[in-house]
C-alpha cells in the first residue's frame, strides 16, 4: 500500500475494512530498465528535501525534487543541514543559489548540533500533519530524525571526507511519530531520482522559465534563433541562467521519453489483451464446431 496509506480499521477485530483513496503520492521510475512506478510515500502533507550545505549541494537535483513534490500534490520545503560546518557567508550564500532553483519554495538552514533552526521546521510539522524526508545518503536525514524525537531512533554513518557522500544508513521506509503528534516518514537515500510524472508540474517548478517564454513573439517558439524570443534575450542578458534553462530543457526531454515509453507499455499490454480474447473466441468456436 505505500508508507503513509490511509486505511480505516475495526477497532474491535483489528481488521483492516478498506484502504482509503490516496490524497497525494510520490511517484519515482523504479530503477533498472523496466518501466514501473515506484511508490515513495503516500498521504503526505510535506515534503522535505534535504540538502547538506557542506559539499552536496546540488542545484539540478533540488529541481528534480521539486517537480515530483509538486507532481505529488504534496507542498516541497527545502532543508538545508550542517549549518554549523559553514560560515554565515557559505550559508546566505547557499540559500541565494537554492531559491534561484526552487523559486518560492520554503528554505530553511539547520543544525542538528546546536539546534538552529529546528523551531522554524517545526512549524510545517503541526498535530495531524505527515511529511516525508528525501534526499541521499549522509545528508543527515537521520540524524534530524533523532533531533526531533530528542532520542536516538536512527543509526547515523560518518561521510567520506574526500567528497562529503555518506552511506545509506537508512535501508527502508520507516514512520515515526513526533512527541507533538506529528507523522515524518525516513526514506533511504537517494542518489538518483528518475522522474515518472511531471508535466503538470514543470510550469510552477520553472515558473521563471515559463514566464519568459510566454512573452516570446511567437506562441511556437523553440528558443533558438527565432526573432523576439524573449527567453534568449533573458539568457543573454543574465535574467535567467544557461544551467536552469538546460535542466528545464533536459526535464522535459525525460518526462516525454518516460511517457513514450508508459504509452509503448500500454499499446503492448492491450495488444497482448486482444490477442488473448481472439484466441479464447477461436478456441471457443473451435469447441463449438467440434461438437
Known sequence: MGKGAS????????VIDRVLPRKSQFVRQAAGTRTEAQLI??????????????????????ERYVLSTYESGASPVIILTKKDECTT????AAILQVEAAAINVPIIAISNI???????????????????????????????????????????KDVREADSKGRHTT???????LPNGALLIDTPGMRELQLWEGES????TFQDVESFAAACKFNDCRHNTEPGCRVREA????????????????????????????DKKAQMEEKNKW???SKHQRDHHHFRKMR
Not at 557567508?89 to 546566505?92: A, H, L, R
Not at 498535530?127 to 536516538?152: C, F, P, Q, R
Not at 508540474?201 to 510552477?204: E, K, W, Y
Open 201 to 204: 508540474a514543470i510550469d510552477t
Open 41 to 62: 510515500a503516500a498521504n503526505i502533507d510535506t515534503v522535505f528535501i534535504v540538502n547538506s550545505l557542506n559539499h552536496d549541494l546540488n542545484l539540478r537535483r533540488i
Open 235 to 262: 539568457l543573454t542578458n543574465g535574467e535567467l541562467s544557461e544551467d536552469r534553462f538546460q535542466s528545464y530543457l533536459k526535464l522535459q526531454r525525460e518526462l516525454a521519453y518516460e511517457k513514450r515509453k508508459r
Open 114 to 156: 546546536t539546534r538552529d533552526g529546528i523551531d522554524e521546521l517545526m512549524a510545517y510539522l503541526p498535530h495531524g500533519h505527515t511529511a516525508a524526508l528525501l534526499g541521499s545518503s549522509g545528508v543527515g536525514k537521520s540524524t534530524l530524525i533523532n533531533t526531533l524525537l530528542d532520542k536516538e531512533m536512527q543509526g547515523t
Open 171 to 177: 535501508t527502508y521506509r520507516e514512520m515515526f511519530r
Open 7 to 14: 486505511k480505516l480499521i475495526d477497532e474491535e477485530k483489528a
Open 89 to 92: 557567508e557559505e550559508v546566505d
Open 275 to 277: 490477442k488473448k480474447i
